[in-house]
Structures are given as structure tokens and as C-alpha cells.
């Protein structure tokens, strides 16, 4: 016999208790990512130019117009608002202005 989908969209009586023991486990999760992006709980406030910086630096290998091309986007970041912009409060949204 198969389940009664009532029963199967039924949810636990402890399911407010759960999502309370969730938020915690989520937050952490969340900062350990961005300690492994290495970004750190203080570097939020890094703004969009320093962590484009930060990048660049890891990834130097490169060739002479790929260096150029990151020069000019680094002074368009530069002459816009974005760029100044803390990453802990930018939206993808923000990105498409």
C-alpha cells in the first residue's frame, strides 16, 4: 500500500525547536565559508576594490593583456561608486546598476 500524502506533507510537532537549532548551524556554516574564501568575519567591510586587489594577487601568472585588461577594470572600479562599496552589504542587484 502506498503512503497517504497527508501524512507525508504532515510536519513534526518540534519543527519550530528544529529550525532554532538550524539558524545557529547555518551562520556557522556561512562563516566558515567565507573564512575558506578567505574573506574572515572582520573583512566584510573590505570594500570591492580591495578584494578585486586581493584576487589579482593570487592569480599573477598571466599574460600581458590580461594584466592590462585588469588595470582598466581596477580604474573602473576605481571612478565608480561600486567600488567602494562594502562586499558584507553588496547585492547582485547593486551589480547590475
Known sequence: MGKNPRLAQAKPKNDKNISRLLNPLKKEQEIQKDLDDGI???RKRMTVCELYTKRNRHRGNVRHN???GRERLMELLEADKLGFCP????KLFDAKE
Do not use: A, E, L, Y
Not at 562586499?87 to 553588496?90: A, D, H, V
Open 40 to 42: 574572515g568575519t572582520i
Open 66 to 68: 590580461t594584466t592590462k
Open 87 to 90: 562586499i558584507g552589504s553588496m
